[in-house]
């Protein structure tokens, strides 16, 4: 062969195989350069907490700067504030002022945006346009800086939601907020990650918060959150959602989940996962879960105070 068909062969031979070099697999050098530049513990290095706008038995109304002043004295750094119709406390204006009480604090804030299948209809003042509601949030972080991002809860499952958060209407939000504000953050709830979920989300979320949902046991917990996170291949962050209250499957004849359980389940978590949640945590003194999750927070007596979620993503580099 001589010189010029040799020429022209290579440039055909680096032509066909050039989509393939610029492939990031895990592990990859394109990869981990793309894994560095994400935020991996967006959410803190101690539980954030979910908690309740009005504590069970209380006969208090919701109190915003009582709720803000407690967090602040037990040492969190991080909350979440859900926005839903059904409830007269957990309106778009109580999460506005939420703001206003927190934005002088070092108390990192997420919202949660409700489905259709959990009265997203019903949820003023956007109800079921997500993409309005992704425009308004990420304009609303640029005022205040401690406002981290959002999630849409139940956001992949069978009927409704799954129907109505495609691929494709799932990446217009994602890129609505993210024209406006890339450091505000989109974080969605689910239940199940294996691969094809992993594809479908990755490079339209800035993670996902993964619940674990039995309040007996953690037995398969370590097996499930080290699976997901390899079927997830560095794409994005995996956060761990830990349950301190009953559930529509755990009924309230059956309680919360035990101290024990819990403590177990929030240990897993911070070990294989880049950081937890704690959902409808209560912050009454005399709650024994509220003393279990300080345990958990900076200066508190866990392994893994100040710690949760930073060992797992650090040790895969």
């Known amino acids: 062969m001589n010189r010029a068909i040799s020429g022209i062969c290579s440039i055909i031979l680096c032509l066909f195989i050039a989509p393939f070099l610029g492939a990031q697999e895990p592990g990859s050098a394109n990869a981990t350069q793309t894994q560095k530049s994400l935020e991996w513990h967006a ?3 101690s539980p954030c907490a979910w908690w309740l706008p009005v504590d069970p038995g209380s006969s208090n109304s919701f109190d915003i700067n009582d709720k803000v002043n407690k967090l602040r004295s037990d040492g969190f750094q991080c909350e979440v504030f859900v926005i839903e119709g059904s409830n007269p406390q957990n309106t ?6 939420l703001l206003e009480a927190t934005k002088d604090t070092n108390i990192a804030t997420w919202v949660v945006i409700v489905p259709p299948a959990e009265g ?4 003023l003042p956007y109800r079921l346009d997500y993409v309005a509601w992704s425009r308004a949030l990420a304009t609303l972080s ?4 401690n406002f981290r991002g959002f999630n849409i809860d139940d956001y992949i499952n069978d009927g409704i939601n799954g129907k109505t958060f495609t ?3 799932g990446c217009k939000i ?6 406006i504000n890339p450091r505000f953050l989109f974080v969605p709830t689910i239940y199940d990650l294996d691969r094809a979920v992993a594809d479908r989300l990755a490079g339209c979320v800035d993670g996902v918060m993964l619940w674990w ?7 398969g917990l370590r097996s ?7 079927v997830v291949g560095g794409r994005f962050p995996v956060y761990g959602g830990v349950y301190a209250h009953w559930t529509s499957w755990h009924k309230e004849n059956e309680g919360n989940p035990s101290p024990v359980v819990f403590k177990q389940t929030l240990e897993v978590t911070c070990k294989y996962t880049d950081g937890a949640v704690i959902w409808q945590l209560s912050l009454n003194p005399a709650d024994p879960l509220l003393a279990v999750a300080k345990t958990f927070l900076p200066g508190g007596s866990s392994s893994y105070a100040g710690k949760c979620g930073t060992g797992f993503h650090n040790e895969k580099q």
Do not use: C
């Open 167 to 169: 691929k494709d209407y």
């Open 142 to 145: 640029l005022k205040y800086k």
């Open 174 to 179: 994602y890129a609505t907020k993210k024209e």
């Open 120 to 123: 997203g209809a019903k949820t």
């Open 92 to 97: 778009y204006g109580n999460f506005q002022k």
């Open 43 to 45: 959410l803190g290095s």
């Open 224 to 230: 499930i959150l080290e699976y997901s996170r390899d």
């Open 213 to 219: 949902v039995n309040l007996e046991s953690t037995s």
